[in-house]
């Protein structure tokens, strides 16, 4: 069975930095490309990073890209988001989810990221 | 970027009715490859999104045969047929053709 599991959420203060993590089970990790995705407190989706399977291929979105950085740890079947510079406008609930062709199949259950001071 | 643009915002519908929601793209969502990258996710209420449908009209492993996908282009429909409780949720459509990935506003479907 397929399992993203995200941790790392929290309350942080703007201007201030925070990393999630997601951790993969039940698949070849190193197979499939990810991402991170977004949902804003009773807003709609936003992708926010996508990671190749080998990281060779890294995209951002323009509301985080020189603030965010995704990376992955292939051996330890964990993809990361490193946030820095944190803005209110940041508070979401952030979700992984891998990569198929062109969508997204499976979702972890989020982990919650509030920028507040 | 390309815009993904759903209608009705919200519908209700009876038990076993029959509902379709509009996904329209800014730009042709038709990959180089000649695959095109349209897909359907439902958030029931305090979940998180599944997948139901991808490249416009496969269904997901699982997903029941009520739910069907279709159109070309820019243009593209999710019916769901005899409208189950469980139906109950957000749905949203996204692109997968070109960076940066985005998704509809979401269609809303309540059961009367």
């Known amino acids: 069975e397929v399992q993203l599991v995200e941790s790392g959420g929290g309350l942080v203060q703007p201007g201030r930095s925070l990393k999630l993590s997601c951790l993969a089970s039940?698949?070849?990790?190193?197979?499939?490309?990810m991402n991170w995705i977004r949902q804003a407190p009773g807003k709609g989706l936003e992708w926010v990073a996508s990671i190749s399977s080998s990281s060779s291929y890294i995209y951002y979105a323009d509301t985080v890209k020189g603030r965010f950085t995704i990376s992955r740890d292939n051996a330890k079947n964990t993809l990361y988001l490193q946030m820095t510079s944190l803005r209110s406008e940041d508070t979401a609930l952030y979700y992984c989810?891998?990569?198929?062709?062109?969508?997204?199949?499976?979702w972890g259950q989020g982990v919650m990221v509030t920028v507040s001071s | 970027d390309v815009v993904m643009t759903q209608t009705p915002v919200s519908l209700s519908v009876s038990l076993g009715g029959q509902v379709s929601i509009s996904c329209r793209s800014s730009q042709s969502l038709v990959h180089n490859n000649g695959n095109t990258y349209l897909s359907w996710y439902l958030q029931k209420p305090g979940q998180s999104p599944q997948l139901l449908i991808y490249?416009?009209?496969n269904r997901f492993s699982g997903i029941s045969d009520r739910f069907s996908g279709s159109g070309s282009g820019t243009d593209f429909t999710l019916k769901i047929s005899r409208v189950e409780p469980d139906d109950l949720g957000v749905y949203y459509c996204?692109?997968?053709?070109?960076?940066?990935?985005?998704f509809g506003s979401g269609t809303k479907l309540e059961i009367k």
């Open positions: 996204g692109q997968g053709t070109q960076y940066p990935l985005t």
């Open positions: 490249k416009v009209s």
């Open positions: 989810a891998r990569q198929g062709p062109g969508y997204e199949d499976y």
């Open positions: 039940g698949f070849t990790f190193s197979n499939y490309g």
